[in-house]
């Protein structure tokens, strides 16, 4: 907990050192002070002892040191009040907060009903519900199940009477719930238990346990007995705290049930054996009857906000008047706005118990404090600062502040009221005298604009001014907006606001048509070209749309002159936006888009930055063949010029142009483009450009293989034809899976349907929504007789049969293994017919087709092919050594793959061998057969090859002597190379950057020998096509290195020329300015000698380069050290009071007059023998002119210097002849280390005295308590 020290405007001044008034010393050095040290106390004051910190110190405590909701008035239907014992969520750091106020809002929204919560003194919970009745009733059944703890008690009545709480289909126990808002759990009929469990609050759970004892004792084989007790008599009955009826229980066996205050029953009901039974009626009844006779009554008016202190917390202060006096006190029910309380009792002891109601219903008392409503925040304070200085002296009082009303309620101990209430006042009269409020009308709609972005205005103008301003949310559509605070920073914030809100009225909205897509792109990256626009036009607000409406509309608002700028400034950028936007697509073969890559993307990005376009190309997995090029449109048509020439130089492309008229481009590319779509596919894949739309172009462009090409062309003018003369389509419909068997293999069976009639078939492509329908165009008739020919094909396909065919069940795996793909593959071709086979196991041979009558034909006839295929199926061996095996394979096997889908074959790799010299062979193991399985083992000849090397192959025997070929042709070959030993390392590039762009491009394994070898010779192993582009290109790059050697040898030469030392800095210049534009000129490398180094000749300077240039580059220094020995050097006596004025500001005065004269002026360095000698060098006229010109500067400077040491003789103080003494240092008197007193010094082994970083001291206790 930590401590708060409070200081006034009065204190301030005295605790600003944190020292108390008598610790404050000042210590003036004056003569008086030195001949009197002040002592070790005044100079260095201890800190303020803790005692002292209780008085300013107060700790804040209570809920009210957190922030204060303010509770609403309202008209209440109905109160309750929830223990603080009671309560489900007691730990919230905050009032209002937390899972407590998401349930009330939860309640409401579901109810209807209206809820507000107020804590009371004692944290109990006092709950106000208004509403409808019925609302109100379901909002107060939901508040006490979720809001009060769901309290738990358990009722042992006999199995047998279960079924009785239960009732007729569960009615009774509904009914019994309901009414007493609680879970009864009665243990099922196959549970032994005889325990009811009720969960509710207290109050439910007595009432429940009180109704289901009572079905139990009207049920029990024993007598029960009820007795009819006025309800007023039941507490004598009980005794304080139940204990008189829980003792004649306890003594008589008996059971009585005395219903609980809130039931409205006046029986009590006895259950037990007969005789005990009726020895507890007489008790009760003799009680009964004595009370009955010797109490009386009177009746007091005690106000109806006193009751709760009567009846204290769970009925607490009534037992103990009962227990203390006898006398029952009957409180009024708290929705009866009776105020009356009856005493009841013998009459003696009538009066101390009417005392004791008094004293505690006089106990806690209720005031108000007037206070304007504005005020009350500033009452409360900051995170309910102020308030907690009043709670904290006193935690029992209870402050409420009423939201709308001038007032403040105080609720608590009297004495502790009153002086809260002083308090409170003098608060008040305060802040009345300093404080005011204003409200202003502003049309709401400019509210958020007085607000700013994230408040950037409204919190300006609340610092500036110190002022709270509070405007009214969008929801209310209210135009007052009130400020409060100082009265000076209200008129001010008044003046400011109405202003903001006239200069608004003046100010123009316009929208902007700005198209969506740009609208990222002009906001920019985490908003950086938005805020560009925003600085560069500050008093303009600028909207755009929320992207989920879809909207064009940009809002400018602001200053008319400014919006219109804003409005040119981004319809600029809009318009540079949209020329940037330009796209094309251009069709490029697949094969070739990594030729348009290129090596690590060299190609495309190079394209990209000449062009300066973005070049999109499709994913690698993606079956598209276009590449979209964005930018501006003469930069996107050059990109397309180059990515097509690349193209057609890398391919056997062929370019066409044809001349259709542009009126039948759309009919020609058909609907989605359908039409050309078919022309493309049926002729191998080129492609057809058609111009842009509304150009009038005539061109449409085929480009392709050259065959292709004229097929296309052919089928692309006869459509046009058609077209022009009269062009009919007709739709037909078809399965999907009926649509390749209509195609047929290759194409054929629908190319002989077109063949015969004429017309186009078009069928679906993947992406069309509509897979069924096929289209037909061109003329009528032949139109016609196509959708004739189709239509009973498709009828045929429509007539299921069902056939079988027999198939020997060796073969059977081979349809069935890899999940049946074989299977799949003839479904996919044959129309989708179903190809059943016998189960694995049994021996039958018999397998059956269900389909298309047709499809079913096909299926046999193929499914006879593939058997025949297998029955000629051999075996063949293919040995390659098993090292190249993974190169023969390639990557993935793709390779191999290749292979066995060109050959269809099936080609199987043995496994690895480890240790091929010293290992057995391995026996390959096939379909689970050893492979040497009935042959007579042989012992291995040396020459033959090893079994880890044999590939076998299987197929038709064409098929695998051709894959074998194949497979042979992929076996790497080695070749040598000479390469001079010397040039191996510029081969191998900086880390091995060389060698591995040579392997890359193509397609080779370089090995280069270790060095310590020495030798020249360089392998190459690759395919046999490879290596001679490799071995060509390998042998280029010698002559390019040998060409390089050669012309560093002559870049190499070296020319000394000997110069006097005192002109290389000449030579070299300012900063090196004149060497380097001589080292550039000439392309030579130009080396001064070293300063430090002794042996080294000082007057040579070393040119290296090609023999022409370094000869050239020693003529060019030369010549400039003949201009230098032409010059000459005078020594003027120049004043050194002058010298900062003619050097100037960083020396750019005498810069000035060296490049005016063609002279270098030399100044003195501090410290030198005569600081007035300056040297001047140069040509001999030009040291002469500069000369004069100096001097007369220090003739004019010199005068002006003159005069101002005059002036300051006058002005300075004179200075102190004599010396200082020697200083003392600081001394102090009666310091602990001088001092005879007992005064313990301190103790530097005690860690609490002198506690070391990030060690735990154990905590000092506190007058209030340990810190928190």
């Avoid at 730990?91 to 804590?119: P, V, Y």
């Avoid at 208004?130 to 006490?144: E, N, P, Q």
């Avoid at 022009?724 to 037909?732: E, N």
């Avoid at 990557?891 to 290749?898: A, E, L, T, Y």
Wanted: hydrophobic share 35%; net charge neutral.
């Amino acid at each position: 907990m930590s401590s708060v020290a409070v200081l006034t405007q009065e204190s301030f001044a005295e605790h600003r050192s944190g020292l108390v008034p008598q610790q404050i010393k000042v210590a003036t050095l004056n003569s008086e002070e030195e001949s009197d040290p002040p002592t070790y106390k005044d100079a260095f004051p201890p800190l303020p002892e803790k005692a002292a910190c209780l008085e300013s110190a107060q700790e804040p405590a209570g809920a009210w040191s957190n922030k204060i909701r303010p509770i609403k008035a309202s008209v209440i239907t109905q109160v309750f009040h929830v223990p603080l014992e009671e309560r489900k969520y007691k730990d919230m750091n905050q009032f209002g907060e937390g899972e407590q106020a998401k349930i009330c809002l939860e309640i409401m929204q579901r109810t209807g009903a209206h809820l507000e919560l107020s804590l009371a003194k004692d944290q109990g919970l006092s709950i106000m519900v208004s509403g409808k009745l019925d609302a109100v009733m379901k909002a107060r059944k939901d508040i006490v199940a979720r809001l009060q703890t769901q309290a738990s008690a358990t009722v042992t009545i006999p199995k047998e009477h279960h079924r009785f709480v239960i009732g007729k289909n569960g009615e009774k126990l509904q009914d019994l719930e309901l009414k007493t808002a609680t879970k009864i759990q009665i243990p099922r009929p196959d549970d032994p238990s005889n325990q009811i469990k009720i969960t509710g609050t207290k109050e439910g759970i007595e009432k429940a346990r009180h109704e289901v004892l009572l079905i139990s004792a009207e049920q029990d084989k024993r007598a029960v007995e009820r007795l009819e007790v006025e309800k007023a008599f039941h507490p004598f009955i009980a005794g304080p705290y139940n204990r008189l009826v829980g003792e004649i229980m306890q003594e008589t066996g008996t059971r009585i049930n005395i219903p609980p205050p809130s039931v409205n029953r006046t029986e009590i009901v006895f259950t037990g054996e007969k005789e005990q039974l009726a020895q507890a009626v007489a008790r009760i009844k003799k009680i009964y009857e004595e009370k009955k006779k010797k109490t009386t009554t009177i009746a007091v008016e005690v106000k109806k906000s006193q009751h709760k202190y009567v009846i204290g917390p769970k009925g607490n202060s009534l037992q103990e008047i009962l227990e203390r006096t006898g006398v029952s006190v009957e409180i009024p029910p708290s929705d009866s706005i009776s105020e009356t309380v009856i005493l009841r009792g013998e009459p003696e002891k009538l009066g101390q118990a009417l005392t004791e109601v008094y004293a505690k219903a006089n106990s806690f008392t209720v005031s108000s404090v007037s206070a304007p409503s504005w005020l009350h925040r500033f009452i409360i304070g900051k995170k309910g600062q102020n308030l907690a200085k009043i709670t904290q002296q006193m935690p029992k009082v209870h402050i409420e502040f009423t939201e709308g009303e001038d007032k403040i309620t105080l609720e608590g101990p009297t004495e502790d009221v009153s002086v809260a209430q002083e308090q409170i006042e003098g608060m008040v009269k305060d802040l009345i005298n300093r404080m005011d409020y204003v409200e202003i009308n502003i049309d709401h709609k400019f509210h958020r604009h007085l607000i700013g972005k994230s408040g950037a205005n409204i919190n300006r103008i609340k610092d500036q001014y110190k002022v709270s301003v509070r405007i009214p949310p969008d929801s209310e559509k209210s135009n007052l907006i009130r400020i409060e605070g100082d009265p000076q920073g209200v008129q001010q914030a008044k003046r400011e606001l109405l202003e903001l809100a006239s200069r608004m009225e003046n100010e123009r909205t316009k929208d902007l048509i700005i198209e969506q897509r740009f609208h990222r792109t002009i906001i920019g990256q985490k908003g950086e070209r938005i805020r560009e626009i925003r600085d560069k036009f500050p008093e303009v607000i600028i909207n755009f749309p929320d992207p989920a409406q879809k909207s064009d509309i940009v809002q400018l608002r602001g200053p008319k002159n400014e919006v219109e700028k804003c409005t040119k400034y981004m319809q600029k950028m809009v318009a540079d936006l949209v020329e940037n936007s330009y796209s094309i697509s251009v069709p490029i073969f697949k094969q070739f888009h990594k030729n348009i890559i290129g090596k690590g993307g060299a190609n495309i990005k190079k394209i990209r930055e000449e062009s300066n376009t973005k070049i999109d190309l499709p994913a690698e997995n993606s079956n598209s063949e276009t590449i979209v090029i964005t930018g501006k449109r003469a930069n996107c048509e050059a990109a397309r010029s180059r990515i097509l020439s690349i193209q057609k130089d890398l391919a056997n492309i062929a370019e066409v142009e044809v001349s259709i008229p542009a009126k039948l481009h759309n009919s020609l590319i058909g609907t989605k483009g359908r039409l050309i779509r078919s022309i493309m596919e049926e002729c191998g894949g080129v492609h057809i450009h058609f111009p842009v739309e509304g150009s009038g172009s005539d061109t449409v462009v085929i480009r392709g293989p050259s065959s292709d090409v004229e097929k296309a062309k052919k089928q692309l003018l006869h459509l046009a034809e058609e077209k022009q003369t009269k062009s009919f389509t007709v739709d037909i419909r078809a399965k999907p899976e009926y649509h390749k068997f209509l195609i047929g293999k290759g194409g054929g069976k629908i190319r002989k349907v077109r063949d015969s009639t004429g017309a186009r078939i078009i069928f679906p492509a993947a992406e069309d929504k509509d897979q069924d329908l096929i289209t037909i165009i061109g003329k009528e008739d032949a139109v016609r007789e196509a959708q004739k020919e189709l239509e009973a094909l498709i009828q045929n396909l429509d007539n299921v049969v069902e056939d079988y065919m027999l198939v020997d069940p060796k073969h059977h795996r081979h349809f069935v293994i890899r999940r049946g793909q074989v299977l799949r593959e003839i479904a996919e071709e044959y129309g989708g017919v179903m190809v059943s086979f016998p189960r694995s196991g049994t021996q039958s041979d018999k397998v059956t087709l269900k389909g298309a009558k047709d499809c079913v034909e096909a299926a046999k006839k193929r499914i006879q092919e593939i058997i025949e295929d297998l029955e000629a199926q051999v075996t063949v061996e293919c040995a390659i050594p098993q090292k190249f095996h993974r190169s023969v394979m390639g990557p993935k096997g793709s390779r191999i793959q290749q292979i066995t889908r060109d050959y269809n074959v099936q080609i199987k790799f043995p496994d690895r061998e480890e240790n091929p010299v010293h290992s057995v062979e391995p026996s390959i193991q096939e379909n689970g057969e050893e492979a040497g399985e009935g042959r007579e083992t042989k012992e291995t000849d040396p020459g033959s090859p090893r079994r880890c090397d044999i590939i076998i192959i299987s197929g038709r025997k064409e098929k695998c002597e051709a894959a074998k070929e194949a497979l042979e042709a992929l076996v790497p070959v080695t070749i040598e190379v000479e390469v001079p030993f010397d040039l191996h390392r510029y081969i191998i590039g900086q880390k091995g950057s060389g060698i591995r762009k040579m392997m890359d491009e193509f397609e080779v394994n370089i090995h280069v020998p270790a060095p310590e070898l020495q030798s020249d010779i360089i392998a190459i192993t690759g395919l046999a096509a490879n290596l001679d582009r490799a071995k060509t290109g390998l042998l280029d790059r010698v002559k390019e290195l040998q060409a390089e050697q050669e012309d560093r040898a002559l870049r190499s030469f070296k020319l000394s020329v000997t110069v006097d030392p005192k002109y290389h800095p000449k030579i070299i210049g300012r900063k090196g300015a004149v060497i380097t534009q001589i080292r550039l000129e000439h392309e030579v490398n130009i080396q001064f000698p070293d300063k430090d180094d002794g042996n080294q000749p000082q007057d040579q300077i070393t040119i290296t380069g090609y023999e022409k240039n370094t000869e050239a580059a020693r003529d060019a220094i030369l010549k400039i050290v003949g201009e230098l020995e032409q010059m000459v050097s005078e020594d003027v006596p120049l004043d050194h009071r002058v010298h900062a004025r003619i050097i100037g500001a960083r020396g750019k005065a005498i810069r000035k007059i060296m490049d005016e004269f063609k002279v270098d002026i030399r100044f003195p360095q501090s410290g030198a023998p005569d600081p007035n000698c300056v040297t001047v060098t140069g040509l001999p006229e030009n040291v002469e002119e500069a000369i004069d010109h100096i001097l007369n500067l220090e003739e004019e400077y010199l005068a002006d210097v003159v005069d101002s040491e005059a002036l300051q003789v006058y002005m300075k103080p004179p200075a102190h002849e004599e010396s200082k003494a020697p200083s003392k240092g600081f001394v102090v008197r009666d310091a602990p280390w001088t001092s005879n007193t007992s005064e313990k010094a301190p103790d530097m082994s005690s860690s609490e005295e002198f506690p070391s970083f990030g060690a735990q001291v154990a905590p000092k206790t506190l007058p209030w308590g340990p810190k928190r």
